[in-house]
Antibody, heavy 119, light 108 residues
């Protein structure tokens, strides 16, 4: 069955970087895009960007351009999302979610990774 | 960027009643690329509806979606206690993908 398993919770200081992983199994990794969506405490969902593991092309929401980097490792079926220059407003649960193509709905989600930014 | 506005903010209904949730887009959503997700406290969002009206695998037929252009609706007939959750609409027809702010459904 399809599974997206994310890395564990992180606590970072302001200005630091964090890298969250999402390991996929149960399907052909390169056949699906992987997106990142975040949810601040008590807030709604916010799309950040995606990667097409077949070729490595990426697209980011304008507000995250330059501060978020999504990469993939096809040998381990894992996608990574790195956020740099962390600030307190980046405290959120970060989800990976897959789509069949660029303009498609999210059919499977990871369990979420809580990133806390605090001094 | 397409802004999605959901209403009402909170819906409080009794078991067996029908819930009607609205999602209005600031501009037309291309090809009805609109989805609905259910999120229970502490859980991951779950896909309910895609393409505005197609139910995802395993979703009971009590859930139905309709609409096109800028106005979309999620209906839940015969509410059950387990339907208590926040429901989000999302458009995926243009970038950036955007979500509505959510409608909380409470079961009395």
């Amino acid at each position: 069955q399809v599974q997206l398993v994310q890395s564990g919770a992180e606590v970072k200081e302001p200005g630091a970087s964090v890298k969250v992983s999402c390991k996929a199994s149960g399907y052909s990794f390169i056949s699906y895009y992987m997106h990142w969506v975040r949810q601040a405490p008590g807030r709604g969902l916010e799309w950040m960007g995606f990667i097409n593991p077949s070729g490595g092309s990426t697209k980011y929401a304008q507000r995250f351009q330059g501060r978020v980097t999504v990469t993939s490792d096809t040998s381990t079926s894992t996608v990574y999302m790195e956020v740099s220059s962390l600030r307190s407003e980046d405290t959120a649960v970060y989800y990976c979610a897959r789509t069949w193509s660029d303009y498609y709905h999210f059919d499977y989600w990871g369990q979420g990774t809580l990133v806390t930014v605090s001094s | 960027e397409i802004v999605l506005t959901q209403s009402p903010g909170t819906l409080s209904l009794s078991p067996g009643e029908r819930a009607t949730l609205s999602c209005r887009a600031s501009q037309s959503v291309s090809s009805s690329f609109l989805a609905w997700y259910q999120q229970k406290p502490g859980q991951t969002p779950r896909l309910l509806i895609y393409g505005a009206s197609s139910r995802a695998t395993g979703i009971p037929d009590r859930f139905s979606g309709s609409g096109s252009g800028t106005d979309f609706t999620l209906s839940i007939s015969r509410l059950e206690p387990e339907d208590s959750a926040v429901y989000y609409c999302q458009q995926y027809g243009s970038s950036p993908r955007t979500f509505g702010q959510g409608t909380k459904v409470e079961i009395k």
